[in-house]
């Protein structure tokens, strides 16, 4: 019986220390604090902008803003170079077609862009494509 007592005694005793290790390590890290920044006009319109993705210094994003006047306000890609106004980005869009074009990603060399092309005016027939440079 007195074993007993003594195993248990030591494992709550090694349970403590090593709660007490972990409570002495978290307080170590390091901890950070980051604000985050609206883009001001013109990079942001009325419509919605979404899924930014960054290479060098321009941003490639998706809008549902008009790319012209009387167009149907579909997605698109654009792309924003500071100091500049944003443009559809023409090499990403499929020509001629009225389906919502979304979500770009590059590779890291900018080689191969994927991107989302939904069929449906709901958005929920979507497939994943990619284009090369």
């Keep these: 019986m007195k074993t007993k007592i003594l195993l248990l005694a030591i494992g709550m005793f090694a349970a403590a220390h090593l709660a007490g290790q ?11 604090e980051y604000k985050a920044k609206r883009f001001a006009t013109p990079l ?6 979404f899924a930014p993705v960054r290479y060098g210094e321009r941003i490639y994003f998706s809008s549902t803003r008009q790319a012209q006047s ?10 924003f170079t500071p100091g500049e106004t944003p443009k559809l980005d023409a090499e990403f869009n499929p020509k001629k077609t009225t389906k919502h074009v979304a979500c ?20 929920k027939k979507c497939e994943i494509w990619y284009r090369d440079r």
């Design 22 to 32: 972990s409570a002495t390590k978290a307080s170590q890290q390091t901890t950070y």
């Design 104 to 123: 770009p990603a590059l590779m890291p060399d900018a080689s191969r862009l994927y991107f989302t092309l939904c069929h449906d005016e709901g958005m």
């Design 70 to 79: 009387g167009a149907a306000a579909i997605s698109q890609i654009f792309s």
């Design 44 to 49: 942001n319109a009325p419509t919605a902008d």
